[in-house]
């Protein structure tokens, strides 16, 4: 991992995240599955990257919160649907996780592990095939695009999370 902290330290480096009142820090290392409450994805399709932009001005990788019972695939497919309107072609490769200590003494949903959850990143291969489906209760997605990846990482830095510098890192472990 030092390699990796190395050359992204704003990714890896300690953070909180105030919304959430999450103390969060970055690794490569995958946790076992049912302490992965969040998946976001790295989505290669023709032209680059999928990146998505909200009613509330965020910017964005695909991917959301895991429903009770829902495996991760489950998650990523429905969520692709969802926010970009795409679907899944090739299989799921790990790229990191924000480890997430809850410093809030109940978990934000019954089913989602606590106090401590990851927020995993994948890659994956998709199509964009429609319009995001925004069901009522998510997020309203008012722009998916498809850029090259260093203009991507672009378009995604200045948000919460270091998302730019997950692109950023699934480029240069050579996943996009």
Not at 16 to 43: A, F, M
Not at 65 to 92: F, M, Y
Not at 141 to 164: F, H, I, N, R
Request: proline residues 10%.
């Amino acid at each position: 991992m030092q390699p990796w902290a190395e050359r992204f330290p704003d990714l890896f480096a300690p953070g909180y995240w105030e919304w959430g009142e999450l103390d969060v820090r970055y690794t490569v290392e995958e946790p076992p599955d049912e302490l992965i409450s969040n998946v976001h994805v790295v989505c290669r399709t023709v032209g680059g990257i999928v990146v998505c932009a909200n009613d509330l001005g965020w910017r964005f990788l695909p991917g959301g919160t895991r429903e009770p019972g829902e495996s991760i695939e489950e998650l990523v497919r429905r969520e692709l649907l969802e926010e970009a309107g795409a679907r899944l072609t090739g299989p799921l490769t790990w790229l990191g996780a924000h480890r997430a200590d809850h410093r809030r003494e109940t978990p934000y949903r019954p089913h989602l592990p606590h106090p401590v959850s990851y927020w995993a990143n994948y890659v994956a291969d998709v199509v964009v095939e429609q319009e995001p489906t925004n069901p009522d209760d998510g997020e309203q997605v008012t722009e998916v695009l498809v850029l090259p990846p260093e203009k991507a990482a672009e378009y995604l830095d200045g948000q919460p999370e270091e998302v730019g510098s997950i692109v950023r890192l699934a480029q240069a472990r050579g996943l996009v």
